[in-house]
């Protein structure tokens, strides 16, 4: 079995790395629409799928899927609970000042129906409510911030 050189290394990962960034800007700015999915899609599989062909074709080894040990279970578990423990400590301290959710549990509205979301939050966006939200209504009309704007929505809208 031949190892595998650092020039090969480096060829794998300039075909790796930037493939997700290209399915994003070919999605959304290159060519948004079906056309841009379609290619989105490939660029995902490919993410997906080059480390496997790259495993069987370049450096000549079986698929396989290696036995599991006991000894990386708990550093693996430490490290997930922390991840976790910091996500929320984040999102708890910071998170939701820049976050809007869709739905968010006030009071003790919760108890009654856990798998609701408060009436207040639904009344959001409308003048007076005790949403917090003091906003005029919304129009359905679309504001664009400059003419570029509003020509490009409308050249994405005739495509679609």
Known sequence: MPRPTPRSAVLALALLVPAPSLAGWWALYLSPGAAGQIVFALLKV????LPAVWTVLVDRERLRIPPLRREGFGAALTFSALAGAGILGFYFL??????DLDFQWVDNDWKSNPLS??????????????AGD??????PDP????DSDRIAATKNTARN
């Not at 490919?46 to 799928?49: G, N």
């Not at 504001?143 to 400059?146: D, G, I, L, S």
């Open 46 to 49: 490919w993410v997906l799928a």
């Open 94 to 99: 910071v998170g939701r000042r820049i976050v």
């Open 117 to 130: 979301w408060s009436r207040r939050r639904q009344d959001a966006g409308t003048s007076g409510s005790d």
């Open 134 to 139: 003091t906003r005029t209504q919304r129009s």
């Open 143 to 146: 504001q664009w911030q400059t």
